[in-house]
């Protein structure tokens, strides 16, 4: 069962220990050994990060240009749907424009014929009653 003592306490029992044994906090301190980083370590370690990085930068810019190269892929396939149904819609466009050309000629005609069905019953009955 872990033992809870304060601060207070735990200071205490540290200047006891010192007091006693003066050379127990050598002994503890040499045995965890402490390393310090030297210019050249730090140097060292600041080029593995630049390799690293410029490493993690040509693999994402290769990533960006396949992905520009997919997405310029489909945005052509895209394009060229939309120019087939532009061009679909055209032909439809003119076929019904043909239609009513054709439409309009026959309105034409029908015009021109009526009125010169009129003209000659018009002609017709004044003839009729001026002989009749």
Known sequence: MP???TKKTF???LKETLKDEPGILKE???SYPIEVATKDDIKLLI???DKRFEALQREMDKRFEALQREMNARFE???KRFEA???EMNARFEGVDKRFEAMDKRFSMLTWFMGAGF???ALLIALL???G
């Open 77 to 79: 396939a895209v394009d």
């Open 28 to 30: 503890i301190l040499l």
């Open 47 to 49: 080029e593995m990060m």
């Open 3 to 5: 033992v809870t003592i």
């Open 119 to 121: 003209s000659l019953l």
């Open 11 to 13: 200071k205490k029992l």
């Open 85 to 87: 149904l532009q061009r």
């Open 129 to 131: 009653k001026l002989f």
